[in-house]
């Protein structure tokens, strides 16, 4: 079974609708677990103190952030390649949810970062692409709403997005190509000498989890909206001719 069959509008309302409580379930115990653990079942750090525990939230956050915006770059890939409307739907529906992220890891890096740092922004080549990525956001999700035509949209979208990826790389790998800036290394890593200590990896792969499950969650529910949105303007216009 090819599953190109659920690029049709119909196919993917039907399965998404039977995925999405799923999804919301296994949302609400990766994420009630996951916090529940790592703000009150975790010890301080001896350096950091309870100022560590940010990372519950912040971590995850950035990987959405940037993995949200790598979903859309596919997503308009098939767009172009194959014109299925539902993918450049998923990627326009993913913007909004890819910036709230970004957002969020961008306050809560402030938040952490101060006390540590001194100051709470610093210009760090991590968090320049960050910010700049978040402008990304700002200006894919103001293009599909600044063009009426929904093809020419979704194409001009598309390419932005093509652009915009290089940031999100760059957010991902700039702490391994400016090894100056002030921003640590990663958290997690293949590498077991750069993962965090092992009281607090636990709690944060079930946040990670539950960050992942809350994006595809909200991608699935704000795509079926544009879905509808689509087949309601498409009855107007209908209505309109007639």
């Known amino acids: 079974m090819s599953l190109w069959r659920y690029a049709n509008p119909s196919e993917f309302m039907r399965l998404s609708g039977a995925v999405m409580p799923w999804c919301w ?8 677990v996951g916090l529940v653990w790592g703000f009150f079942l975790t010890p301080d750090d ?3 103190g309870a ?3 940010v990372l519950f939230i912040h971590v995850p956050a950035a990987l959405i952030a940037i993995n949200a915006w790598l979903m859309m770059l ?8 194959r014109r299925h ?3 450049a739907l998923a990627a326009r529906a993913a913007g909004p949810v890819g910036a709230t992220m970004t957002v969020v890891a961008l306050l809560t890096g402030a938040i952490w970062g101060e006390p540590m740092w001194g100051t709470w922004w610093a210009w760090d080549p991590r968090l320049t692409s960050f ?4 402008l990304f956001y700002l200006g894919y999700i103001a293009l599909w709403e600044a063009i009426d035509e929904p093809d020419k949209a979704a194409d001009l979208a598309a390419v932005l997005c093509m652009v915009g990826s290089v940031f999100a790389l760059l957010s991902r790998y700039a702490v391994f190509f400016w090894s100056q800036g002030l921003h640590q290394g990663p958290s997690l890593s293949l590498d077991s000498e750069t993962n965090v200590d092992n009281a607090f990896y636990p709690p944060l792969l079930l946040c990670i989890a539950g960050f992942v499950f809350l994006f595809v969650s909200l991608v699935l529910l704000r795509t079926r909206t544009e879905i509808r949105a689509r087949r309601l303007r498409a009855l107007r216009e209908a209505a309109a001719r007639g």
């Open 25 to 32: 379930a296994l949302t609400g115990l990766t994420l009630g």
């Open 46 to 48: 001896y350096q950091q």
């Open 51 to 53: 100022t560590v525990k």
């Open 74 to 81: 596919v997503a308009s890939l098939i767009w172009f390649i």
């Open 85 to 87: 409307h539902v993918s």
């Open 131 to 134: 910010f700049i990525l978040f």
